[in-house]
């Protein structure tokens, strides 16, 4: 038994008994009408069963229902940065989360478009509880992240998955997509929590953790939504936060939010890659004499990536303005923009409460404030 059996995704041995074994499944039927609505049952059957690899998967089934993803629910995916990601070259993204299938899934999408290698993606087991959905995601190359654990399980769990990245960076070529945080971003605040990077750090077999970070090739990633499918359902955690309440997610709260972020409108959505993080390790290992300031000053350059590349669209704008009732950011938006914003917003959260009102329009303002801190808001 290979010590990440716990964690990994299949191996490509085991991709054609998942499948068969999954033919019948309502929700494979279900994807698979979606993806091919004009393609008998018998036809996309068969095409399964003659499927032996991750790989295959992907590019024949994951990629089409992506591309149908983007035609029923937005307006469109566009990149940047990529043209500078060498092919045959394994990368570790770390990015801005908005979406638990989505984020990760776009960014296969346009690795493949550009003829670069795709990821290995972390995804949390709290999202895969039906065995369907968990062999889906074994079938989709993510492996586990176990939440819920004590302090020590944990110290464990995290060194188990840091020598796992590593071991598919380094020795499979394989690149990797871990969020900068633990779940999704809920206001709108993206940043990068030092103890992704501790974690990651675990497995440097180096004298200084810069030089390891130097080794995996750190690309820093932007994801922006136009409409974030799932804004209404993360009022709750949000109102719970603002009464200094524990919040408590219901049974199918995970696998609602998961539905609602591949089927929910999106409108446009970006995807920018920063550069390899790699000069500025130099300067971090030269001017921080410890571990802790070097993974501190490495999540303020990955940071920086995301806020200064993070695609505003009118929606930030909009929601900037009529949080703080201004109209500074008016030649952002058209007034057609504004009504369909107000009227989508007012539609879907209760917006005589003051906390759900300006936690809503946070989430959509708060990258406008970050991004003016570099003064080239765009």
């Not at 091919?36 to 690899?53: A, Y």
């Not at 971003?185 to 993206?190: R, S």
């Not at 990633?221 to 200094?244: G, N, R």
């Amino acid at each position: 038994m290979s010590k990440f059996d716990s964690i990994r995704p299949f191996y490509d041995s085991e991709v054609n008994e998942a499948l068969c074994s999954s033919l019948n499944h309502p929700m494979m039927k279900a994807m698979m009408n979606f993806t091919f609505p004009d393609t008998e049952e018998e036809v996309w059957k068969e095409q399964l069963k003659k499927t032996h690899s991750i790989r295959d998967f992907q590019v024949n089934f994951v990629y089409q229902s992506i591309m149908k993803v983007l035609e029923k629910s937005s307006d469109g995916l566009t990149t940047s940065g990529f043209e500078k990601l060498e092919p045959n070259t394994s990368y570790l993204f770390i990015s801005n989360h908005r979406d638990i299938i989505l984020d990760t899934s776009l960014l296969n999408v346009s690795l493949f478009d550009h003829g670069l290698v795709m990821t290995a993606s972390a995804i949390g087991d709290n999202l895969v509880q039906k065995d369907f959905v968990l062999n889906l995601s074994k079938l989709n190359r993510n492996f586990l992240v176990q939440r819920g654990l004590t302090p020590r399980e944990l110290l464990q769990s995290s060194k188990l998955m840091s020598e796992y990245m590593y071991h598919l960076l380094s020795k499979e070529n394989r690149s990797v997509w871990i969020a900068q945080r633990e779940g999704r971003t809920k206001d709108g605040n993206d940043a990068t929590h030092q103890g992704v990077l501790k974690m990651l750090g675990m497995a440097s077999d180096e004298k200084e953790v810069t030089d390891f970070f130097k080794k995996i090739k750190i690309v820093p990633v932007s994801i922006s939504y136009e409409y974030d499918p799932t804004d209404a359902l993360k009022m709750p955690q949000l109102l719970a936060q603002a009464k200094d309440e524990v919040y408590i997610k219901n049974k199918n709260e995970d696998f609602i939010t998961l539905l609602s972020g591949i089927i929910g409108q999106k409108k446009r959505i970006h995807i920018h890659v920063g550069n390899v993080i790699n000069k500025e390790l130099d300067y971090i290992k030269i001017h921080n004499d410890n571990t802790n300031k070097q993974v501190q000053a490495l999540a303020n350059v990955i940071d920086d990536s995301i806020l200064q590349h993070y695609k505003l669209w009118p929606t930030n704008y909009i929601a900037y303005d009529i949080l703080n009732n201004t109209t500074q950011y008016s030649q952002f938006y058209t007034t057609e923009e504004k009504q369909l914003f107000q009227r989508r917003f007012e539609m879907r959260i209760d917006t005589d409460n003051k906390t759900l009102r300006d936690g809503f329009l946070a989430m959509y303002a708060n990258p406008v404030v970050n991004k003016m801190k570099y003064n080239n808001a765009e």
